[in-house]
Each structure stands twice: as C-alpha cells, then as structure tokens.
C-alpha cells in the first residue's frame, strides 16, 4: 500500500514539472502584433510641431511662436505689424525765417544791441570805435568785412551828427544789409528746364547736422509741392542710413540704401537712377562727413560727385557748417570747394550763438551765398535765407 501512494506521488511531481516548463517556454515567445487599426477618416491631421521643418506640410502657413498655446493654458499671444508711419505735412516756407524771427533775435541780441548801444553813445572816440571792432570780430564777421563796416559806419555818424535811435537804426540795417547781399541769388536749384529730377548732393564735416539737414530740407521740399527720393550714400556712420530713412518716412519720400561701409558712390549712383525711374522732382544725396584733414576721404567725395554726373550734372552742392566753429569753419569751406564745387551754404545751430556774422564771412570766403539756416532742433526749423529778415532779427525791434 505504501509503495502505491509513493508511486502516485512522484507520479505527481512529475507531471507537475512538465506543466511548469511547458508554461515557460510559451511565455517567452513573443505575442504577434496587433493587426493595425482602420484610419479614421473623419479625425483632423495631427498638429506639426512648432520650427520642426520636417513635419511641416508644405500646403498649410505654418504658425508662429506668437501663435502658439502657452503651456499654462492662457490665449495665444499675437504680435501685431506696427503701423505705417503717418505721412505729415510740413508747413509752408514761404516766410518761415519771419515767424522764427524771434528765436534767431534772442540769440544775436549781443551783435546788434551791442552795436547800437555803442553807437548811441553821444561822444564816439577811438576806443568807442575799437570796442565796435571787438563786437563783429567775436560775432565772427570777419576782419576785411568788420574794416569795411567800421570805416563806412564812421564816415557816415560823423556826416550824420545828432543822432537819433530811429537814424542810428536805419544806419545799420542798411550797412549790414549791404555786407550780408541783397543780389545773390538764394534760391535751392531743384528744377532743371531740361530734365527729371534735380540732382542736390549735401556735403560737410560730422556733428554739423549734415544728415539732419538733409532730411529736413526734404521737408522743406515737400511743403513746396516737390516729390523726393532720398540717397543714403553715408555709408560709414552707424545709424545714418535709419536716420535719413526715418526723416524720409515722415514726409512720404523713398530713401536708397546700402549695406554698411559699401560704396557711398554706388549708392548715390542708385539713387539718382531710382529718382529717375519713380520720375520724381529731386534727389538729395546725403554724403558721408568728411573729414577734411582726410586727403583719401576727400577724394572719395570727389568720385561720388563724378559717379553722379554719369546721370546728368549736379544741379546744388550744399556745404552744410556748424555757426559755432567760427574760423575753423571757413577752413573747412576752403577744402571742400577745392574737392567739389560748392554752389550754396547751410548754416546750422543759428538759434543758440551770437556768431551771426559768420553769415558775411562765409560767403566772403567762398563767393557763394547762403541759401537756409538751421534755427534750432524743430522738424520745420530750417528756413530759406532772407536777408532781411535775418538783418532785423540782428538789429532788433
């Protein structure tokens, strides 16, 4: 009996061993994959995933990082184009050196009050005389043109005799007047009989305004019913390009433009031929600012003019001049009329110096007349040149 129930016990040991590794092996075969499930035809198409080129279908636009979900959940966040600039409209120029009158007078009261208080003095000796002298030297008049003041001044007080300050007033508006010109011929030059569109290169030293005037006498161009196209050919200073472009903007004119230290003769030359094709009134190149100790600088500046004429011939070049450099500006209107020739005058930062008379001696130096003056730092502060105006501004009321 008890051999039979240890028989029927390994009997069972067995079987179950056989059981185990039968169950064994099967798992570790691998189970077939699952049969791939039918396309859902009704379901979107998987999002893209944001700046992965690969996955982008070519047909659909391609959402920006503004238009992405943030991850907390908040709206998506959109970055609007800003707004064209508005086109403004600058006020006319016709008599705009009369209405600033007030802001030139206040800075030159030190020329022309200086000069009446001493005039007005009942007894004029040598030192009276000599202390008029030191007013128009210091005012930057110039030595020839103060000798010939004086003397003219002299010869006229003595023939005079009593003196009223009507008569004295009188006196000096005419002998300014004469020094300053009445004849020259002050008018911009935009408006060749023969052709389209008047060709204006503006020149001068860094820091006397060059760019700034350049875009304003654009301005002053638009007010006077002109269409413009600005050229960007001072390639060299950070910013000058955004600069002349933003002036240009503000007023509707197209500015050329080119890479930073390329070729400012390339881009005059674009410019030019860019006005030509727009069929535009005129084209104001702004050059680089020279330094007129630079003799390779210079001659740059010469084959931009040169590069130009291959369109058709400068009708202006503008020598912009800061009123506060005094003599050191005349050298500088020495050197660039030998490099080009100069055929009008930009005097800048008139609003904040008693230097007036660097107006007579300027124009003594070159033989070329002074066209606009820059009154202070206003969009609208560059006005045409009036002799008159400006003699009385000198002078007072």
Not at 5 to 12: D, G, H, P, S, T
Not at 363 to 374: A, D, F, S, T, W
Request: proline share 7%.
């Amino acid at each position: 009996m008890e051999t039979v129930i240890l028989a029927v016990v390994i009997a069972v040991v067995v079987l179950g061993a056989l059981g185990g590794l039968v169950i064994g092996s099967r798992r570790k075969k691998p189970l077939p994959p699952p049969p791939p499930a039918a396309p859902d035809i009704t379901a979107p198409p998987a999002e893209p995933h944001v700046g992965d080129e690969a996955e982008t279908p070519r047909d659909e636009p391609r959402r920006t990082i503004e238009e992405v979900d943030l991850p907390d959940g908040t709206a998506p966040v959109v970055v609007e184009e800003p707004p064209a600039p508005e086109i403004e409209i600058p006020e006319p120029t016709a008599g705009r050196l009369v209405r600033l009158r007030a802001r030139l007078s206040r800075s030159q009261n030190a020329l022309g009050q200086g000069l009446l208080t001493l005039l007005s003095r009942e007894h004029l000796d040598d030192d009276t005389w000599e202390e008029i002298e030191d007013i128009l030297l210091t005012a930057d008049v110039g030595v020839q043109p103060t000798t010939e003041l004086v003397e003219r001044l002299r010869e006229r007080v003595k023939v005079l005799g009593t003196r009223t300050p009507a008569e004295l007033r009188g006196l000096l508006r005419e002998e300014l007047l004469t020094l300053v010109g009445t004849e020259a011929d002050r008018e911009v030059k935009t408006e060749p009989a023969d052709r389209k569109p008047g060709i204006v290169m503006v020149v001068g030293v860094n820091g006397t305004g060059k760019t700034t005037t350049t875009g304003k006498l654009a301005r002053v161009l638009v007010a006077d019913g002109r269409t413009v196209v600005l050229g960007a050919a001072d390639t060299f200073r950070a910013a000058a390009a955004d600069q002349l472009q933003t002036w240009g903007e503000r007023v509707g004119a197209y500015t050329v433009r080119g890479p930073e230290g390329g070729d400012p003769a390339s881009v005059a030359f674009d410019a030019v031929k860019e006005g030509k094709e727009m069929g535009v009134d005129v084209v104001l190149i702004d050059t680089a600012g020279r330094l007129h100790t630079k003799t390779g600088l210079m001659d740059e500046l010469g084959k931009v003019k040169r590069v130009v004429e291959k369109h058709a011939p400068l009708d202006e070049v503008l020598l912009v001049l800061d009123a506060t450099t005094g003599q050191n500006g005349l050298v500088q209107a020495r050197v660039f009329a030998e490099v080009v020739d100069i055929t009008g005058i930009v005097l800048t930062k008139l609003d904040g110096t008693a230097k007036g008379g660097i107006v007579i001696a300027v124009q003594r130096e070159l033989g070329v007349p002074v066209k606009l003056i820059g009154l202070g730092e206003g969009a609208d502060d560059l006005a045409p040149f009036e002799p008159e105006a400006f003699v009385d501004a000198l002078i007072g009321d």
